[in-house]
């Protein structure tokens, strides 16, 4: 059964570094998403992809943060600079192009932690 | 933000069935319901969707009411692999995608 992958399943970084977090999503999807999850509360929407482009995005997703789908098959998101506050699990989403209703499949996360 | 109302948590014996409710009294006529679930640190996982009918899969069936204000997840058969948090969530398509908003959901404990 295909599934969504995502690497590394932690990263270790210092305050003020630059990540990349890597996702390769289902290949026949056409939407992606990026969560995250501060341990102990609860999965937050941070931005969702379509067609080369930005579709939504909330208040957490500000300028530090950026996506890209480089080269058709891997779906990344980058914290410039990054906050203790960033420490979380990331999960990355993908799914099908269903009309009006969407199942989600969630990739098993990176753990993201900011010295 | 979150649209839904479930109870925190909620327990289960093994073979039984689980029964976890949700209200969504401001649901709109083009949004649909749907159920995640989310065991210990893995990603969320999809388990089922409805608009107005009863849907069943092959892991669980949904029950919506008539006037579509609530619905419950019927897990058949509990068993300890299904002890998670049980998210349900309301949503509409929007061009380029789904803003998917959990809420803290049930936390489903499945007993011996």
């Known amino acids: 059964e295909p599934e969504v992958t995502q690497t590394p399943s932690h990263q270790v970084t210092q305050m003020g570094q630059e990540v990349i977090l890597r996702c390769v999503p289902i290949s026949n999807h056409l939407y992606f998403y990026w969560y995250r999850q501060i341990l102990g509360q609860k999965v937050e929407f941070l931005v969702s992809f379509y067609n080369n482009e930005i579709s939504e995005k909330s208040e957490i997703f500000d300028d530090q943060f950026s996506v890209e789908r480089p080269d058709g098959s891997n779906f990344t998101l980058k914290i410039r600079s990054t906050k203790l506050e960033d420490s979380a699990m990331y999960f990355c989403?993908?799914?099908?192009?269903?009309?009006?209703?969407?199942?989600?499949?969630f990739g098993p996360g990176t753990r993201l932690t900011v010295l | 933000d979150a649209k839904t109302t479930q109870p925190p948590s909620m327990d289960c014996a093994e073979g039984r069935a689980a029964n976890l409710p949700c209200n969504h009294s401001?649901?709109?006529?083009?949004?649909?319901v749907y159920w995640y679930r989310q065991i210990h640190s893995q990603g969320p996982q999809y388990i089922i969707h409805?608009?107005?009918n009863n849907e069943t899969n092959e892991m669980a069936s949904l029950i919506i009411t008539e006037d579509r204000k609530s619905s419950t997840l019927i897990l058949p058969h509990a068993t300890l692999r299904d002890t998670a948090v049980y998210y349900c969530i309301v949503s509409q398509a929007l061009t380029g995608g789904f803003k998917t908003i959990f809420g803290a959901g049930t936390r489903l404990f499945v007993k011996a």
């Open positions: 409805g608009l107005k």
């Open positions: 401001t649901i709109s006529g083009n949004e649909y």
């Open positions: 989403a993908s799914s099908g192009d269903r009309g009006n209703y969407n199942e989600q499949f």
